[in-house]
């Protein structure tokens, strides 16, 4: 099971940093993501983070945001700055066992996936 949290109403510049909780499955051991849907559009690939740890980014975020784990807590980040209108969405968690390096971005490799979290940028 995967909680997330963190979102809320900022301004265009701000930062934001959304934690993933898991419960019943380890980071350790399984490839932790986060993908995004703005209102009228589908769901899109934001950032993901395999468990060795190596990372895949869309374009739209890479430089902006940062994908991270805690083994420790079995918690999941995704620091967001820079901040622009047009990443407001409702943010979704996934997690995937069985994910390979190569392949982050396919919501169809997560067997695991969060509530939303509301991003709102204003301008």
Request: include cysteine; charge should be positive.
């Amino acid at each position: 099971q995967l909680q997330a949290s963190g979102g809320g109403l900022v301004q265009a510049g701000d930062s934001l940093r959304l934690s993933c909780a898991a419960s019943g499955l380890t980071f350790r051991t399984a490839a932790v993501a986060w993908f995004r849907q703005a209102p009228g559009k589908d769901r899109e690939f934001v950032a993901g983070m395999h468990r060795s740890g190596g990372t895949t980014y869309s374009s739209s975020v890479k430089g902006r945001f940062t994908v991270s784990r805690d083994s420790a807590k079995n918690t999941g980040y995704l620091q967001m700055n820079s901040l622009r209108p047009e990443d407001t969405a409702a943010y979704y968690c996934a997690a995937g066992p069985s994910v390979i390096l190569s392949n982050l971005a396919p919501q169809s490799a997560y067997a695991y996936w969060g509530q939303g979290t509301l991003v709102t940028v204003s301008s």
